[in-house]
C-alpha cells in the first residue's frame, strides 16, 4: 500500500556522476547497487518507477566540445554513455529480483527497446522499472530535460531529483557556510534567482505542467523511500510554494 506523499508514479534523475562513488570516472558498483535497492524498496511500496540516467561520469559532450569537438558529435556520444549506464543499473536492478526495462531514443535493438510511449506506460502498470536511455535522442538537450520530457508524457506524478545534497540552496553549500536551504520554491522562484537546480528547459517544462521537482541527496540510505514517506531533507519545486 502506498504511503506518505501522493505520489503513484515518479520519474527519477540520477547524475552520471552519482554512480561514481568516490572515484573520479566510471561506475562504483556500490553507488549502483545502492540505487538499485533504493528503487527496490520504493517499488516494492506500491509506486510505479521509471529513471533517467546520465551520462557523465563516462562522457560528458560539453566536456568534448571544450576540447575542440563538433557539438553534436559530442552529444551523442554523451548519449550513448547513458545508455551504458542504463544498461549497468538494468543489470543490478534484476540481480535483486527487479523486472526492469532500458527504453532508448536511439534505436539500439540488439541492445534494449526502443523508447515508445505507450510501451513504457505498460511495463510500469506490469511492476516493472524503466529507464529511459539517450536523452532526448536528439543534441543540443541535456538529460535534465529529457527527464523532465518524459515524467511529463508518462503522467507521473513527480519528478525526483538525485544529487549530491539534501535540497536547493541559495549558494553552494560546499563552498557557503551559511548558505541556506529552501523546504519549498516555485518555479518562477527558481528562474528568477537563477538557482542551478535543473535546465531552464526543464525547469519551463515542469511549470507548463504542473510537475513537481524534489530535490534530495541520493546517498542517504534508503533515500528516494523516505522522499516518498515525506520523511528526511529535500526541497519541492512547484507552481504554488504551498502545493
Same mark, same amino acid.
Not at 504511503?3 to 547524475?15: C, D, F, I, T, W
Not at 557539438?71 to 548519449?79: N, P, Q, S, V
Not at 554513455?81 to 534484476?94: F, K, P, S, Y
Not at 535483486?96 to 526495462?101: D, L
Given at each position: 500500500m502506498v504511503?506518505?506523499?501522493?505520489?503513484?508514479?515518479?520519474? $527519477?534523475?540520477? !547524475?552520471g556522476?552519482g554512480?561514481?562513488?568516490?572515484?573520479?570516472?566510471?561506475?562504483d558498483?556500490d553507488?549502483?547497487?545502492?540505487?538499485?535497492?533504493? $528503487?527496490?524498496?520504493?517499488?516494492?511500496?506500491?509506486?510505479?518507477?521509471?529513471?533517467?540516467?546520465?551520462?557523465?561520469?563516462?562522457?560528458?559532450?560539453?566536456?568534448?566540445?571544450?576540447?575542440?569537438?563538433d557539438?553534436?558529435?559530442?552529444?551523442? /556520444?554523451?548519449?550513448l554513455?547513458?545508455?551504458?549506464? %542504463?544498461? %549497468?543499473?538494468?543489470?543490478?536492478?534484476?540481480i535483486?529480483?527487479?523486472?526492469?526495462?532500458v527504453? !532508448?531514443?536511439?534505436?539500439?535493438?540488439?541492445?534494449?527497446? !526502443?523508447?515508445?510511449?505507450?510501451?513504457?506506460?505498460?511495463? /510500469?502498470?506490469?511492476?516493472?522499472?524503466?529507464?529511459?536511455?539517450?536523452?532526448?535522442?536528439?543534441?543540443?538537450?541535456?538529460t535534465?530535460?529529457?527527464? =523532465?520530457?518524459?515524467?511529463?508524457?508518462?503522467?507521473?506524478?513527480?519528478?525526483l531529483?538525485?544529487t549530491?545534497?539534501d535540497?536547493v540552496?541559495?549558494a553552494?553549500?560546499?563552498?557557503?557556510?551559511?548558505?541556506?536551504?529552501?523546504?519549498?520554491?516555485?518555479?518562477?522562484?527558481?528562474?528568477?534567482?537563477?538557482?542551478? $537546480?535543473?535546465?531552464?528547459t526543464a525547469?519551463a517544462? =515542469?511549470?507548463?505542467?504542473?510537475?513537481?521537482?524534489?530535490?534530495?541527496?541520493?546517498?542517504?540510505?534508503? =533515500?528516494?523511500?523516505?522522499?516518498?514517506?515525506?520523511?528526511?531533507?529535500f526541497?519541492?519545486?512547484?507552481?504554488? %510554494?504551498?502545493t
Open positions: 504511503e506518505g506523499l501522493p505520489y503513484k508514479r515518479v520519474l $527519477v534523475k540520477v !547524475s556522476e554512480l561514481m562513488g568516490t572515484g573520479e570516472y566510471g561506475l558498483k553507488a549502483v547497487s545502492k540505487l538499485a535497492q533504493d $528503487v527496490k524498496a520504493v517499488v516494492a511500496a506500491g509506486r510505479q518507477v521509471c529513471l533517467v540516467i546520465g551520462g557523465g561520469n563516462i562522457f560528458r559532450g560539453l566536456t568534448g566540445v571544450a576540447t575542440g569537438m557539438r553534436t558529435t559530442a552529444d551523442y /556520444m554523451g548519449m554513455a547513458t545508455i551504458m549506464n %542504463a544498461l %549497468a543499473v538494468q543489470n543490478a536492478l534484476e535483486i529480483g527487479v523486472p526492469t526495462r527504453q !532508448s531514443a536511439i534505436a539500439m535493438a540488439q541492445v534494449c527497446e !526502443s523508447y515508445i510511449r505507450r510501451r513504457a506506460v505498460r511495463h /510500469m502498470e506490469k511492476g516493472r522499472v524503466v529507464i529511459f536511455a539517450a536523452g532526448t535522442g536528439n543534441p543540443f538537450f541535456t535534465d530535460t529529457a527527464a =523532465a520530457l518524459r515524467a511529463v508524457e508518462m503522467n507521473c506524478d513527480a519528478l531529483k538525485a549530491q545534497v535540497g540552496y541559495d553552494d553549500p560546499n563552498k557557503t557556510q551559511n548558505a541556506k536551504r529552501y523546504e519549498r520554491l516555485t518555479f518562477d522562484k527558481v528562474m528568477a534567482d537563477n538557482l542551478q $537546480v535543473m535546465d531552464t525547469i517544462l =515542469a511549470r507548463e505542467n504542473r510537475l513537481p521537482i524534489i530535490v534530495f541527496n541520493m546517498h542517504e540510505q534508503d =533515500a528516494i523511500a523516505h522522499v516518498l514517506e515525506g520523511r528526511g531533507l526541497t519541492t519545486i512547484a507552481n504554488s %510554494a504551498q
